[in-house]
């Protein structure tokens, strides 16, 4: 699964120090704002955090399928004489690539549940633990790994951060408006611009993908990101602003600034019409986060 990834044994990545680089380009990401690795199986999470005593190994997370086929039918045996029948088997000749060389009949049933975890750690973390461990080096050398011992708990939302919706509420609470002066006639044509905006974000609620803007859409549009980074946006405040020398919505994804034409339509279809060709004209213009 993609939210499940452990790393794989290859020398020529590693004598190439791959992991090293992969370990400096995670840390400068999270470190400037950017998203983190979400990738990750929970057992390389844990190894990267704690090391080998923090691993809780999952058969889920075995990358071969096969394996882990055999693995979980292992585990569902409700016999000694399955159980041993198993591991005495061609089959499972693996298990000694796993460190369990005991001959079958010393194994007792009661440790099932032990050489299934042995064998699923094996292939999710002992069998590339070079390639971690470098991987780690690399977090290390921009002091990312400070950081992760001292704040353990705020880190680690970088590599599992909880799933957060992108709803028009949560666009629309995250961009404050700069406006013009109560009473001015500025600020009543910037007040019916924001009307319309916040009914352009609740029409894309469940807009799938197609030829209308997601809500996903509008984010990487107004960020640069589909989703908000596992650290936050720091200290930058995300605004609304109004401009008199534009034709078009404009954004600013360093100063997370939208900013809208002061004359911009407020009769609906014509607003959608110029909004959708502002964000689907800029996809592919510049790199998502």
Sequence with gaps: PPDRRVLRHNTTAFQEELYLFIGKIIALSILHGGPGPVFFAPVVVDYLFGGITMVKPCVEDVPDPLLQ????????????????????????????????????????????VKVVEAMSLHYCVLASLAELEQLRRGLAMQKFSTLMEAFPEIV?????????????????????????????????V??????????????????????????????????????????????????????????????????????????????FDKFKEKMDFAILGSQGFFGQL
């Design 69 to 112: 086929s055999k693995l979980r039918k292992l585990a569902s045996v409700n016999s000694e004489e399955q159980f041993r029948s198993l591991l005495s088997s061609e089959e499972y000749e693996f298990r000694y690539d796993c460190g369990i060389s005991k001959p079958s009949g010393r194994i007792p049933f009661s440790d099932k």
């Design 156 to 188: 680690h939302k970088a590599f599992n951060p909880p799933e957060r919706k992108i709803s028009s509420s949560f666009i629309q609470d995250l961009f404050v408006p700069r406006l013009s002066p109560v009473g001015s006639n500025k600020r009543e």
């Design 190 to 267: 910037e007040e019916a611009v924001l009307i319309i905006w916040i009914r352009y974000l609740q029409k894309l609620e469940g807009q799938e993908d197609g030829d209308t803007p997601t809500l996903k859409d509008v984010m990487t549009f107004l960020t640069g990101s589909d989703s908000v980074p596992p650290l936050g946006f720091g200290d930058v405040q995300p605004t609304i602003r109004f401009d008199p020398d534009i034709l078009l919505p404009t954004v600013s994804t360093c100063a997370l600034t939208l900013c809208f034409p002061l004359n911009f339509p407020t009769e």
